[in-house]
């Protein structure tokens, strides 16, 4: 396995179009777009910072999610951190014979037609961290 980059850095918000006011239009970075994540049950804006992506994280009204969850039990801000890797299955495989436990069995359906897999968070120190592969 091999990290590519840091993919993006996420931040969980409570309403992203208050939080674009503050990263859009007072601090500038480029706008990408919006998505609603539906197997996520988010909302996610994406905003560039050279490199690197800045996505906010919204979650929808509807349904439980895992950033409503971390809103609620640690309030607004810093959610996770992703790497993008060439082949989340062999990242996934590399990981595991590491000794670290994902969230979810299998990769998942992410923004921009991607797959992705959440390490979880009692293998990282309390670091939220995600694996992304760029489907083109």
């Known amino acids: ?3 590519v980059k ?3 850095i996420a931040i969980a918000v409570k309403d992203i179009t208050e939080a674009l006011a503050l990263y859009k239009d007072k601090l ?14 988010v909302e996610a804006a994406f905003l560039k910072c050279g490199e690197l992506e800045i996505e906010l994280v919204q979650p929808l ?3 439980e999610s895992a950033v ?7 309030g607004e801000g810093l959610y996770h951190l992703a790497f ?12 595991k014979e590491k000794q ?5 069995p299998c990769p998942g359906k992410g ?6 897999a959440f390490l979880d968070t009692d293998c990282t120190k309390g670091v939220t961290m995600e694996f992304v592969e760029k489907i083109e």
Request: no cysteine.
């Open 111 to 116: 923004a921009k037609n991607s797959r992705i």
């Open 28 to 41: 500038e970075l480029e706008f990408e777009g919006r998505e609603i994540i539906q197997g996520r049950n």
């Open 1 to 3: 396995m091999k990290i």
């Open 61 to 63: 009204m509807t349904g």
């Open 100 to 104: 670290l436990q994902f969230k979810e």
């Open 68 to 74: 409503g969850g971390f809103i609620k039990e640690n």
């Open 6 to 8: 840091v993919d993006h």
């Open 84 to 95: 993008q890797v060439d082949d989340i299955e062999d990242a996934i495989k590399s990981l």
